[in-house]
């Protein structure tokens, strides 16, 4: 962890880095690929799947085939193919098609860890940009580490630079108080966990649950200078759909810049962030 302020030089590497990105688009298509043959039927079952998920609600065969302007028995029979392969429901009371989990489980097998780490990058942006913090992902791994997958600073003069990769104990931290508080620990157990950490400013663990118990009422967790020397961090939980813990979003700037009313504020603010990256990382 680095506090740096930004230079010429350092706006030149972000300039040059954000220009990287905008030039990755998809290479134009060749002469080739324009001119292929289209197989209509291969066509018309993937306008039927872009017509079911737009619509959002269940159609029976004939009024998707006025609509898609298709022939009633070719589409019947493309319905009756995409419903054996998982990807469209039927509901036989109804009689009518739906867009079904299969296609679901089949468009999130495309997207994979790294690109929802890409989604997530403009919501950690916008955050740090607003408070002028610097936003770190924290995933967990195994049982006893957290790492760092990713870190947006903020475009100020001033900011903590947070390098991807690095590992701390699942315990450290403004996100080890909310692991701690999840994890199922008996008092024995948390204290010889506890009693292995290094803080760079001392803590009981006294102090330290009572914090474990204010980030569970509250919904985010505080280390004020307790694992790095001036500085505060700020973190959240984000939850898997099975409610486990799978990443912590955390927040650090320079300590005592805040009062206590803007910590509360921004604290809300992470927790609010780590809700809605749930929704782009599972």
């Known amino acids: 962890m680095t506090t740096k302020k930004n230079t010429a030089a350092s706006e030149s590497v972000g300039t040059r880095a954000s220009v990287a990105r905008r030039s990755a688009d998809p290479a134009p298509k060749s002469r080739g690929a324009t001119s292929a043959v289209t197989v209509k039927p291969v066509a018309n079952a993937i306008r039927i799947l872009r017509y079911l998920t737009q619509t959002g609600a269940p159609e029976r065969a004939a009024d998707i085939a006025r609509h898609l302007s298709i022939n009633p028995s070719t589409c019947f029979n493309i319905l009756r193919t995409l419903v054996a392969e998982d990807v469209v429901d039927f509901n036989a009371l109804s009689k009518t098609y739906s867009a079904g989990l299969g296609l679901a489980r089949l468009v999130e097998q495309l997207v994979t860890q790294g690109q ?6 403009p919501l950690m942006q916008d955050l740090a940009a607003e408070f002028g913090v610097t936003v770190t992902l924290w995933r967990r791994l ?11 600073s903020s475009p100020t003069d001033l900011h903590i630079d947070m390098p991807a990769g690095q590992r701390l104990p699942i315990l450290m931290g403004a996100s080890g108080r909310l692991f701690a508080a999840r994890l199922g620990l008996t008092d024995e157990q948390l204290r010889e966990e506890f009693e292995q950490l290094r803080w760079a400013r001392p803590i009981s663990l006294e ?41 912590t979003v955390s927040t650090v700037m320079i300590r005592g810049d805040r ?24």
Not at 227 to 245: H, L, P, R
Not at 266 to 271: D, I, K, Q, S, Y
């Open 259 to 282: 009062s206590e009313a803007q910590v509360d504020a921004l604290g809300e603010a992470v927790r609010d962030l780590a809700h809605r990256l749930e929704s782009v990382l599972f």
């Open 116 to 121: 929802r780490l890409q989604l997530a990058a």
């Open 142 to 152: 195994g049982a006893d580490r957290i790492v760092l997958v990713s870190s947006e």
């Open 207 to 247: 102090t330290y649950l009572r914090e474990v118990n204010r980030a569970r009422r509250r919904g985010w967790a505080s280390d004020d200078g307790y694992f790095a020397t001036g500085v505060m961090a700020i973190a959240a939980a984000v939850c898997d759909k099975s409610d486990n813990i799978a990443f």
